[in-house]
């Protein structure tokens, strides 16, 4: 229900005190929330005195009094209304903490009854802190608008409110300027990686070429900003690097939630779905029974599309693959030309796959099962030449968190012929799939992961891919090793080149003084010679080798690198808040999520406790694949 209430808190055109061009909109000091328009319980009959019952200590707020939505804890909603105003400064400066809850936990900005600007608090998850920060829009474009503030709460459950105090209009930024109203522009959003356009993503899914267009499916939550809701996200591309989303392609059904699976082109119609020219795209996923109404069991579904992947067809008799064990899910499907036959990996329980065959996609049978101690979801198989030999090819079986087996495959049972190999040696690296029909012509293993566990505080979207990457294997005095490199494809957002060669690194000196940002592609053969490490400090982050340990280190992380004649290859591609680094030309792997300070845009390259010669350092400033 609307309350107006008497103007105590006022819209004040006076200045506050202590800044003579600042204009008040509001301070909350007052006994109630004045000429401003409540509705639903959460905002309570006036300004909160700092913390209510059952919430952490709130801290940060000015004065006695603040807005504070946790009116009877986090299960209260409604919103907080001012009057209309004249915007006549260049800023809106505010406090702010509570919920990271785009759109539902949030301050916004309302011209003309749209919002134009918003923010929210820092926490999503568990933990946190319920101290108030600084915040700043920029609101020059405004000026000589009316405009009302609007507060959010529509959230229920943790973090399901909004902390807001000091509002006032100024000529002077008082914290950093946060963008996340403008769509890919926004301060964390990642340049060239793939992200939703809003809310929560995970596992890349359904990867497939067809007709020049490379299809990323992806887990997507298209109703909130954390996990949940599990739909098929969609996006397209002709270069893996300049992705489109388009609309959401397959949405939770009475068999479930829309958990990990692939696709697949059928171009020989094994399934009879085709209707018209264009072969048929098959997406094969797990329909996640434990999120239906009523519960049932995991099972895996398939879906077509006849349109060249525009609209999306459920198979009438889905589930095509009934319930095995535990939560089995992820399928991973692959056309197996020698026997005629689609071969699915899938994820079983524990650390336990299988195997199945099927002639049309819709029929299955169990063929063979893989164990893999330490690994679990996600599995992807496939053959890859040894060394580019086409003569000599191993098979992949591939899990979640990067590990393998090497083996063959006879179209029927997969023979492990090595140890459990790691592939990946950093952080927030997860769930990678690789496309289905890259042509002949091309032949690339090409593959994509989530950047799991990254943090995007106050943005509209949540998570982030990884760069796409080729996968060879190749031979080292250990035995073959899958090797990941960045796709060639990345250049094409190559901008200002920078180069160095033959170098001699003493430490305290940095051979690149002026060169900064926030996106590059670096590539560096580094001669350690005497040095006792050497490196890049890059945005405040140091990546470090170490000679005597002959180990990769970033952010706690390490991974053994065998200098080649006394040497090091590194490539690390940056973004506004990730690393990728790839050392000897893929052999060694780590991806990382960072946060680091939007204003930090440093770049060095280092030796430290001796000399190293620098004998090639190709840095290429980025471009945004965003329009």
């Given at each position: 229900?609307?309350?107006?209430?008497?103007?105590?808190?006022?819209?004040?055109?006076a200045?506050a005190?202590?800044?003579?061009?600042?204009?008040?909109?509001?301070?909350?000091?007052?006994?109630?929330?004045?000429?401003?328009?409540?509705?639903?319980?959460?905002?309570?009959?006036?300004?909160?005195?700092?913390?209510?019952?059952?919430?952490?200590?709130?801290?940060?707020?000015?004065?006695?009094?603040?807005?504070n939505?946790?009116?009877?804890?986090?299960?209260?909603t409604?919103?907080?209304?001012?009057?209309?105003?004249?915007?006549?400064?260049?800023?809106?400066?505010?406090?702010?903490?509570?919920?990271?809850?785009?759109?539902?936990?949030?301050?916004?900005?309302?011209?003309?009854?749209?919002?134009?600007?918003?923010?929210t608090?820092?926490?999503?998850?568990?933990?946190?802190?319920?101290?108030?920060?600084?915040?700043?829009?920029?609101?020059?474009?405004?000026?000589?608008?009316?405009?009302?503030?609007?507060?959010?709460?529509?959230v229920?459950?943790g973090?399901?409110?909004?902390?807001?105090?000091?509002?006032?209009?100024?000529?002077?930024?008082?914290?950093?300027?946060i963008?996340?109203?403008k769509?890919?522009?926004?301060?964390?959003?990642?340049?060239?990686?793939?992200?939703a356009?809003?809310n929560?993503?995970?596992?890349p899914?359904?990867?497939?070429?067809?007709?020049?267009?490379?299809?990323?499916?992806?887990?997507?939550?298209?109703?909130?900003?954390?996990?949940?809701?599990?739909?098929?996200?969609?996006?397209v591309?002709?270069?893996?690097i300049?992705?489109?989303?388009?609309?959401?392609a397959?949405?939770?059904?009475e068999?479930?939630?829309?958990?990990?699976?692939?696709?697949?082109?059928?171009?020989?119609?094994?399934?009879?779905?085709?209707?018209?020219?264009?072969?048929?795209?098959?997406?094969?996923?797990?329909?996640?029974?434990?999120?239906?109404?009523?519960?049932?069991?995991?099972?895996?579904?398939?879906?077509?599309?006849?349109?060249?992947?525009?609209?999306?067809?459920?198979?009438?008799?889905?589930?095509?693959?009934?319930?095995?064990?535990?939560?089995?899910?992820?399928?991973?499907?692959?056309w197996?030309?020698?026997?005629?036959?689609?071969i699915?990996?899938?994820?079983?329980?524990?650390?336990?796959?299988?195997?199945?065959?099927?002639?049309?996609?819709?029929?299955?049978?169990?063929?063979?099962?893989?164990?893999?101690?330490?690994?679990s979801?996600?599995?992807?198989?496939?053959?890859?030449?040894?060394?580019?030999?086409?003569?000599?090819?191993?098979?992949?079986?591939?899990?979640?968190?990067?590990?393998?087996?090497?083996?063959?495959?006879?179209?029927?049972?997969?023979?492990?012929q090595?140890?459990?190999?790691?592939?990946?040696w950093?952080?927030?690296?997860?769930?990678?799939?690789?496309?289905?029909?890259?042509?002949?012509?091309?032949?690339?293993?090409?593959?994509?992961?989530?950047?799991?566990?990254?943090?995007?505080?106050?943005?509209?979207?949540?998570?982030?891919?990884?760069?796409?990457?080729?996968?060879?294997?190749?031979?080292?005095?250990?035995?073959?090793?899958l090797?990941?490199q960045?796709?060639?494809?990345?250049?094409?957002?190559?901008?200002?080149?920078?180069?160095?060669?033959?170098?001699?690194?003493?430490?305290?000196?940095?051979?690149?003084?002026?060169?900064?940002?926030?996106?590059?592609?670096?590539?560096?053969e580094?001669?350690?010679?005497?040095?006792?490490?050497?490196?890049?400090?890059?945005?405040?982050?140091?990546?470090?080798?170490?000679?005597?340990?002959?180990t990769?280190?970033?952010?706690?992380?390490?991974?053994?690198?065998?200098?080649?004649?006394?040497?090091?290859?590194?490539?690390?591609?940056?973004?506004?808040?990730?690393?990728?680094?790839?050392?000897?030309?893929?052999?060694?792997?780590?991806?990382?999520?960072?946060?680091?300070?939007?204003?930090?845009t440093?770049?060095?390259?280092?030796?430290?406790?001796?000399?190293?010669?620098?004998?090639?350092?190709?840095?290429?400033?980025?471009?945004?694949?965003?329009?």
């Amino acid at each position: 229900m609307t309350r107006l209430m008497s103007l105590m808190i006022v819209l004040s055109l006076a200045p506050a005190a202590g800044a003579a061009d600042d204009v008040l909109i509001a301070d909350f000091e007052g006994p109630d929330y004045g000429g401003w328009t409540v509705t639903g319980e959460a905002f309570g009959p006036g300004p909160a005195q700092g913390t209510l019952p059952n919430q952490m200590s709130v801290s940060g707020f000015e004065g006695k009094g603040l807005v504070n939505s946790f009116h009877k804890g986090d299960g209260s909603t409604g919103t907080l209304t001012s009057p209309p105003f004249p915007i006549e400064r260049n800023y809106v400066n505010f406090l702010i903490g509570g919920g990271g809850h785009p759109g539902k936990a949030c301050m916004n900005l309302l011209v003309d009854g749209q919002v134009v600007r918003t923010a929210t608090g820092p926490n999503r998850q568990p933990g946190g802190t319920e101290r108030l920060d600084r915040c700043s829009w920029d609101v020059g474009d405004l000026r000589g608008k009316t405009a009302r503030i609007e507060i959010v709460d529509r959230v229920t459950g943790g973090w399901g409110h909004i902390n807001i105090d000091q509002i006032v209009q100024s000529d002077k930024a008082k914290a950093a300027l946060i963008v996340v109203d403008k769509l890919y522009q926004e301060t964390y959003r990642p340049q060239f990686h793939f992200t939703a356009t809003k809310n929560w993503l995970n596992d890349p899914n359904g990867m497939m070429f067809y007709k020049g267009e490379y299809h990323l499916f992806f887990q997507h939550n298209p109703e909130g900003i954390d996990w949940g809701n599990m739909t098929w996200g969609h996006a397209v591309s002709g270069d893996m690097i300049h992705w489109k989303q388009l609309e959401h392609a397959i949405h939770p059904d009475e068999l479930g939630t829309i958990f990990s699976g692939s696709g697949v082109v059928d171009w020989i119609n094994t399934a009879g779905f085709q209707t018209g020219d264009e072969a048929v795209l098959v997406c094969i996923y797990t329909s996640a029974g434990e999120f239906a109404t009523p519960k049932v069991p995991f099972t895996q579904s398939i879906a077509y599309s006849n349109d060249r992947g525009k609209t999306w067809t459920k198979y009438e008799h889905n589930p095509v693959l009934g319930h095995i064990v535990g939560s089995n899910r992820d399928p991973k499907v692959i056309w197996h030309e020698p026997s005629k036959r689609w071969i699915m990996a899938l994820y079983l329980d524990g650390n336990d796959f299988a195997l199945f065959s099927s002639p049309n996609l819709k029929q299955w049978t169990r063929t063979c099962d893989v164990r893999m101690p330490g690994t679990s979801e996600c599995p992807d198989f496939f053959e890859l030449p040894v060394d580019g030999q086409t003569d000599n090819t191993k098979w992949v079986f591939w899990g979640a968190n990067g590990n393998y087996l090497l083996g063959s495959f006879d179209g029927k049972e997969f023979r492990a012929q090595s140890e459990l190999l790691r592939s990946e040696w950093g952080e927030n690296w997860y769930a990678a799939q690789t496309f289905s029909d890259i042509p002949k012509s091309d032949g690339r293993r090409l593959q994509i992961a989530w950047m799991r566990g990254g943090e995007y505080p106050r943005m509209p979207f949540n998570q982030q891919m990884s760069v796409p990457c080729r996968l060879t294997l190749r031979t080292f005095p250990e035995g073959v090793r899958l090797c990941r490199q960045p796709v060639r494809e990345i250049e094409s957002i190559h901008s200002k080149h920078h180069r160095r060669s033959d170098t001699v690194l003493r430490p305290g000196e940095n051979p690149l003084p002026g060169v900064s940002g926030d996106l590059f592609d670096v590539r560096a053969e580094i001669e350690i010679a005497d040095a006792a490490a050497v490196g890049l400090k890059i945005r405040g982050e140091p990546v470090i080798y170490r000679a005597k340990e002959k180990t990769l280190c970033c952010r706690g992380k390490s991974a053994p690198l065998e200098p080649v004649a006394g040497r090091i290859r590194l490539q690390v591609l940056v973004d506004r808040t990730s690393l990728e680094i790839f050392a000897s030309d893929g052999k060694i792997a780590m991806a990382f999520c960072l946060l680091p300070d939007p204003e930090d845009t440093s770049l060095e390259i280092f030796a430290q406790g001796g000399k190293a010669t620098l004998r090639s350092l190709d840095v290429w400033e980025l471009k945004s694949i965003w329009p």
